[in-house]
Structure formats: structure tokens, C-alpha cells
């Protein structure tokens, strides 16, 4: 009797328990009063400005500029094209590393993707996850397999025809946390083990990174910037190394991404207008949907603050609409309900309706878990090719 009426309470909480209704009433005040569906905006690109010119506020990031200065670290031909991997400044206190494909015997500039890693609690890769790599130790495979159906995408769309590029966010890869420059307690426990095996040593980093997002996030804050804002500013970067390539095609520049590359997806298709066409896989939801549940499961380099007041997650899509925007679902995703899911289709595809562009938003659903398997990134891929060809 007593677990039927815990298990019947529990259906009706959150994850956040008695504080939930406070939240939930507090964020009902001025929500989304950027959004496109707000008002009747007289202008398209007055809100449009008003509402990237306000998360960039939010954003918080404006570090001082740095030329690129690209250097080739290593180059590999692959079946059909070559993989370059690069290194370039983000800004005059960051580099980070991509892979840089070129598909091979291009005759004219060609289109191109900003392909962008995921997070899955795995920091010690980041381009690697969705990038062909020699000598691949057993735990990537895995996760390739698991997450992308042991398909590479940034390869496929290399074989294709595009010029990709993918590069490492901070906190991963060649951005990844470095132990030896922590000072804590628990830095010296991992320090102090001995990983003859390189998949243990990666699971061993990958355990110690996660705990450490929490002080990074606090001291990101502290120092008046946020997550997100120094994720989407070394994006842009990346839109930078493409515009400087004789290879690629300016005018047909697309983003996409699976997970955490989704929500970057996300804020570099919504903040800048270079990106012609974006696809957005297993992030996709309301904010309204997730302060009930599911925020728990989520890393804290998704938070802006204060942004919920102004624009949900879907909004910051919207900001570069009607140009072409793809969703892609997974049903059985334990990070989103489905509910959420529709509540951001329905608002894109209002915002698109009101536009006059139906045509350019798409939103399907797959009963898979977490993941961007080989049939969607094919349906990503035609997506693609319909606006980018």
C-alpha cells in the first residue's frame, strides 16, 4: 500500500521535488518574450537582431580575437578524400584541433558541414567520435557503434561531395581537462593509478572529467561568462576555417550534430547567419518540458542563464529561420520525453508556417534510443543535399 501511493506521488513530481511548483510558476513570468510567436513582430530582421543582439548577451563570451594561423599536423588519404588535422586559434587564449576533409578531385568550391561532436560522459575524444581514426581502441568503437550504428558521418559526407570540418569543443580531445594542472585530492587518486590498458585509462579520465564539470561550471560563472558562450564562440571559429579554405563553397555552409553537437547545432544555426542549413539530432525539446524532469541526466554545459525569459531552446533555432532546419527524434531517448519533442516541432513549424516556409522545417521521429543511426544520418544527408545542392 505504501509503495503504491509513493510510486502515484511520484508521477506526479519532479526531479526537483517540492521546489518544482516555485520554478515552475516563476518561469510562467515573462517567458520567451523574444520569441518570433511573442507578438506580431513588424519587422523580420528587427526581432531577429533583437533577439541574437540579447543572447549575446547571455552568452557572455567575448574573449580578444586571434588570426587563425592555421597549421596541418597531420594529413591522410582516405578512400575518396583527404583528412587533414588542423590546429588554429579560437581566440588569443585558445587552439584547438579538427579534422579538415577535402573530398577529392573537386572541380569548383563545394559545400560544406561544421560537423559537431556529442558528449555522451565521453571527454577523453571529441572529433574522433564521429571521425575515422587509425588504430581505434576497443571503447571508441564501442560508442561509435552504439551512438552512429559504427558509421562515421563526417566521412560520409566527406564521400559525398562536402567539405567538413570538426572541431574538438573545449573539454574534450585536444581541449580536453589536463590532470596535471589540477591541484585537488581526487586529481591525486587518478594520478597515482597505473592504466597499462589505454581503454581503462580512457574510462578512468572519462569518470574523473565528469566529476569535474561541476567546479568548472562554477568557475566559469564566477569569472562572468558561461558555457555555452565559449562553446558557440570557438563554433563560429570554425565557420572562420572554412571561409578561408578556396575549397569550399561560402554561400552553402551547413551545421550538424548528434547530443551535445545538437545543441551546439542549435545556437551556431540560430547566431549566425553564415549557416545556410541545419541538423539538429537528439536535442531537441522545450525547456518548459524538461523543468519537471530530465534536467538531472544533462551536462552542465547546456545552461545559459536567464535565457528561458527570452527564448526557449527551440526559439534559438528559429533565429535563422526560414532557412533549411532538420530534426531528427529518437523515441526511446531517456534524455527528452516525446512530449517535449512535439512541443518544440509544433512551435519551429508555426514559426516557419508564419513565415511562409513550411517546406524548410522537418521534424521525424525513429524508434531508436540516443543516437543518430545510419538511417537518419542518410535522411540528414538527402536533407542536406535537397538545400545545399
Known sequence: MAATSRSTAQDGSSDVGNFYPLLKEYS?????????????WTSLETWRSTARSRMETLLAFDPEPAPLDTEVLQKNQREGYTQYLVRYNVNAYQKTEAYLLIPDNLEAP??????????????????????????????????????????????????????????????????RLDPQQVTSGRIDEYLQQEHDDLNKKIEAFNDLAGDFEVPVEKTILAAGTTWPGIIVQGDRRAIDLLHSRPEVDTARIAAMGLSLGGLRTTYLFGMDERIKAGVIAGFSSTYGEMLQRHFWNHTWMMYVPRQYRFLDLPDVASLNAPRPLMILNARQDQLFTVKGMKAAEEKLATIYQKMGAPEKFRASYYDEPHSMTIPMQDDAIDWLDRWLR
Not at 510562467?28 to 506580431?40: I, M, P, V
Not at 587509425?134 to 563526417?154: M, S, V, W
Open 110 to 175: 563545394a559545400p560544406a558541414v561544421v560537423a559537431l561532436h556529442d558528449h555522451g560522459g565521453f571527454y577523453y575524444y571529441g572529433k574522433e567520435k564521429h571521425n575515422m581514426t587509425d588504430h581505434q581502441p576497443r571503447i571508441l568503437k564501442e560508442y561509435i557503434g552504439q551512438l552512429y550504428g559504427g558509421r562515421t558521418y563526417a566521412d560520409e559526407l566527406a564521400r559525398r561531395g562536402y567539405v567538413v570540418l570538426s572541431p574538438d569543443a573545449i573539454y574534450f580531445g585536444s581541449q
Open 28 to 40: 510562467a513570468q515573462h517567458r520567451n518574450s523574444l520569441s518570433f510567436l511573442a507578438k506580431d
